[in-house]
């Protein structure tokens, strides 16, 4: 099987039909549609629509990519990945040579192969006449640009003659988005931005830039004629309009694109109904974001998981999840407070930096008392690990081993202080456990009989969830129903067996 491909196509209309091809590819399937012209511009906006949404669902694996720019004579096809294998539909049997010799990075001599598609219909083309100008903008988060982002910017390519800017929406925008945390770093999509634009059309100038509020260069440029956007960010359009006459400046004319249905046959229910990036999010969670890195520092079995995650996030619920697939579990908070049991000698270490009247009557550790002092306040806190934490690992490593000694292949170390103490070091892979800190704000006020103030407070002294997962090969998020929770144990599980199968 070839990795990527490049499909001629007779008409506009059956770009679409087309799509059985990608069988022939396994990454990225590009689609050129001969004598592509001005003519036929309301029909290839159809086109565009109809091929990203339909692989979504016929070939949702396959990077597919609809070239906008037209075939002219005597000029080659340029791709920015190197093509393996050149497809035709069949009504372009007799230019085969011809349409091989104008690929430009055709890596090897396949033979060309035909696509039937004598059966399909053609699309009807739109009476809606597509409107071109000189400079378009649009923008939005493209993460892991997916076939929703696809459609975006090539409609607003299309309606390009000249220059496209597109905004890409920094850090102190994404916040709001559902598992923001997971969203890749600003760089990356840019390039993903530019490497598919260039792609579709590298006739155009492209300006993709950070942005850091929904104007971005909209605001006070005078030569932008047209602005994109999808049915959720009409409001984003308006806004940009009034900052625009409020400058001064004549108002935008705005293409709306529609958003395009998540036809995934996997999607599960917690799932949003539209292509969106928040889906792909949410598919990662308990896939393995990085391989994990060989420990020279630990014994090879057993094969030790430290699990991290903030106060109410729901990591010991993830534990318990994990034990039933046969992990043990070492729980350092457990440990920590079978450590301040009357008569150990954590307990007088204790009332003498701390104060007695944290020592309760019966000799243990008053741990609300002792929370009272350390939160929000970082020095005692800080003062407070340094007594504790060694005492903590070193009980949590002798269970370790007595546990792989009892026959356990798999050991999950789990701590609230994983990330802070930089337990992961001691461990085979890292997985974090996070939610939404309003919800943790929630669940934290109900569980601990705490107030608002006092459960941002306990909240806002941990590491937060993009710390939390900074390290991480693996991240769940209990935030979603049972069922989705449970697929999140059940892939990492199946990775995780996958994976010992293969350890000596």
């Known amino acids: 099987m070839a990795k990527n491909g490049l499909l001629f196509v007779s008409s506009a209309a059956k770009a679409s039909a087309c799509l059985k091809s990608s069988k022939y590819v396994n990454k990225m399937l590009y689609i050129k549609v001969k004598g592509t012209s001005q003519s036929l511009l309301p029909v290839m906006s159809k086109q565009i629509i109809e091929v990203y949404s339909k692989a979504s669902s016929q070939c949702s694996k396959i990077d597919v990519r609809l070239i906008l720019k037209p075939l002219e004579t005597q000029s080659a096809v340029k791709t920015n990945h190197p093509i393996d294998l050149v497809l035709y539909d069949n009504e372009l049997s007799k230019e085969v040579e011809v349409l091989k010799k104008s690929v430009a990075a055709l890596k090897t001599d396949q033979i060309p192969k035909g696509i039937d598609v004598s059966n399909s219909i053609d699309s009807q083309v739109s009476d809606e006449p597509v409107k071109r100008y000189e400079y378009v903008a649009l923008g939005g988060t493209f993460d892991r640009l997916h076939n929703g982002h696809k459609i975006l910017l090539s409609e607003a390519a299309l309606r390009t003659t000249k220059h496209l800017t597109v905004g890409v929406t920094d850090v102190n925008m994404i916040q709001s988005k559902k598992l923001w945390e997971l969203i890749e770093p600003v760089e990356k999509r840019i390039k993903a931005v530019l490497d598919f634009l260039t792609d579709i059309n590298p006739g155009l100038e492209y300006h993709v830039v950070p942005i850091q509020d929904i104007y971005g260069p909209t605001k006070d440029d005078p030569r932008f004629e047209m602005l994109v956007v999808s049915e959720e960010t009409v409001r ?6 009034e900052k625009r006459r409020e400058n001064g400046l004549p108002p935008l004319d705005t293409h709306v694109i529609s958003l395009a249905p998540d036809s995934n046959p996997n999607r599960a229910q917690d799932e949003e109904e539209k292509l969106s990036s928040s889906n792909q999010r949410m598919r990662l969670l308990g896939t393995m974001l990085k391989p994990p890195s060989p420990n020279p520092n630990i014994p ?17 619920n993830i534990a318990e999840k994990l034990k039933a697939k046969g ?15 009357p008569g150990l000698p954590l307990n007088s270490t204790l009332a003498h930096t701390f104060g ?79 939610i939404p800190p309003a919800e943790a704000v929630k669940r934290l006020q109900k569980r601990n009989a705490l107030t608002e103030e006092e459960a941002k407070q306990r909240i806002a002294s941990q590491p937060s969830n993009a710390e939390q997962i900074e390290h991480a090969n693996i991240v769940f998020s209990p935030f979603w129903s049972y069922e989705y929770t449970q697929a999140q144990i059940d892939r990492a599980w199946d990775s995780l067996e996958e994976l010992l199968r293969h350890r000596k």
């Not at 992990?327 to 049991?341: G, P, S």
């Not at 550790?365 to 929370?371: E, Q």
Request: overall charge positive; aromatic content about 8%; proline content about 2%.
């Open 236 to 241: 984003g359009g308006v806004m940009v309009n």
């Open 300 to 316: 090879t079995w057993p094969y030790v998981i430290g699990l991290a995650g903030g106060i109410a996030s729901g990591k010991s």
């Open 327 to 341: 992990a043990a579990i070492v729980n350092c908070d457990v440990i920590a407070h079978e450590l301040y049991k």
């Open 356 to 434: 007695k009247h944290i020592i309760t009557e019966t000799g243990e550790v008053d741990r609300k008392k002792l929370g009272s002092i350390v939160f929000g306040d970082q020095t005692q806190l800080e003062k407070l690990n340094s007594i504790i934490w060694p005492a903590i690992i070193a009980e949590a490593e002798n269970r370790i081993r007595a546990l792989g000694q009892d026959g356990y292949k798999v050991v999950v170390m789990e701590a609230a202080v994983m990330v802070r103490a930089k337990w992961y070091s001691r461990c085979h892979q890292l997985w974090a456990v996070i």
